[in-house]
């Protein structure tokens, strides 16, 4: 006789499908309904019993796999894994509260977006409409600025952000990495200054000392660089470009205000430098009014645009975009074709059909929900139960710059050893300066893992004050 499995899906839930087969044969492993080694059933019988199709199922079985509750055995099966105490965090289903006594390991330290978010069903059906529509068309190189109807909808999209663009200015890209270093390889020379937020994404300075770029690093204050710095740097230094994030900075999470915007480019007409432009996640805005991109008043082509889908969509997918003076397209377009020919041309065409669709936008409705949820209870969760931590609510974004009065790199060290993982400040800085301030990520944990992780905070942070650190080394 089969055995019933008690998995009750909502398919009017924001939530898919597969994370909610998931959910609940996780509950099941997690409170010992089902044991070590005993059998799931089949993708196919359980897809029948619940009413899905065989790809949820699926799905739902990697996200589980991922996760260490079962391994599989080719041709026999999909079965429960024995949870390992020393590495596996143990969730009490009765009281809803995650054991202490175990050791765990979350990690607050990776800034990517959460996998079970990801719109897996939808970007499949438009995957394989675009296969039927286009056929091996699909697999051949696009040119290197692009498929033209993407293109088009980015025209768009773009003017809903309230950049005004043509479309000849508009280059496919392959991520936000790859469209630092084609920009760097279009304006930078050997000995160039170019000037950076400080802190700042070390992915960014790691492509610009790359070209030999002399890299100076401006401190970035809660409504954006600070313009009386840059001006004095600027003086001073024959500076090519600057990089920027104007929306929810990696690493402070601060937001620029409309008079920063407004004088740095002054400043960059005033002494000719261009702006990089770094929008990664703009529309992750939870509260305030949503603020426009920098080069939505770029009146004289002092600004590049970046756009990166990576933190916002699916990191796989490798998607982006820059809008470029006119003038530099060719040196661009040029750029572009030495580096990778041209981005995936499946992954261009079927994006451009999921924007066609406003699959996007409800998407992002989505995003915002969930991760402010997140945001929310950490912001309360850190301000009830850790005073002795400090932050700015950012109101927007996937992770907060917090500080204390230990160093981060100490403090990042005791706490790995209790199984708790986050980012001290010291990377953010072009000189690895010791630093108070640390990051934490919320993405990719729920809410019992965040509250350990603070608990987990808290009493290190006392154990140090009590003078154990011995107890650490």
Known sequence: MKKHYPISIDKNSPDPLYVQVFEEIKKMILNGTLKEDEKLPSIRDLSKSIGVNNITVVNAYKLLEQEGLVYTKIGSGTFVKGLNKKDEKII????????????????????????????????????NEIL??????????????GYLPLRESLLNYSLENGIEVNLNDIHIISGAQQGIDIISKTLLKFGDNVVVECPTYTGAVAVFR??????????????????????????????????????????????????????????ANKYDFYIIEDDYMSELRFYGDNTLPIKSIDKNNRVIYLKSFSKIFMPGIRLGYIISPAYMNMDIQSAKYSTDISTSGLMQRAFDLYLRKRLWHNHIRYLVERYKEKYDFIVE??????????????NGGIHLWCSTNVDSALFASMLKDEGI?????????????????????????????????VDKMKEVYERYQRGELFKFI
């Open 210 to 267: 790359s070209r030999g770029a002399n890299i100076i690093d401006v401190p970035i204050e809660r409504d954006g660089i600070n313009l009386n710095i840059l001006e004095d740097v600027v003086k001073k230094n024959r500076v090519k470009l600057i990089y920027i994030m104007t929306n929810f900075q990696n690493p402070t999470g601060y937001t620029y205000s409309e008079d920063t915007k407004i004088d740095l480019l002054y400043l």
């Open 381 to 394: 969760y850190l301000t009830n139960n850790a005073s002795f931590i400090e932050f700015v609510k950012p």
């Open 132 to 145: 039927d529509r286009d056929g091996g068309s699909v697999f051949t190189y696009q040119e290197p600025k």
């Open 92 to 127: 009490n289903i009765k009281n809803d509260e995650i054991r202490k006594d175990e050791f765990i390991k979350i990690n607050l330290s990776n800034s990517m977006p959460n996998p079970l978010y990801f719109p897996v069903e939808e970007f499949k059906e438009v995957i």
């Open 421 to 453: 993982l986050i980012a001290p400040g010291t990377v953010f800085y072009l000189d690895e300066e010791s630093t108070n301030y640390f990051r934490i990520s919320f993405g990719t944990v729920d809410r019992d893992e965040l509250k350990l992780a």
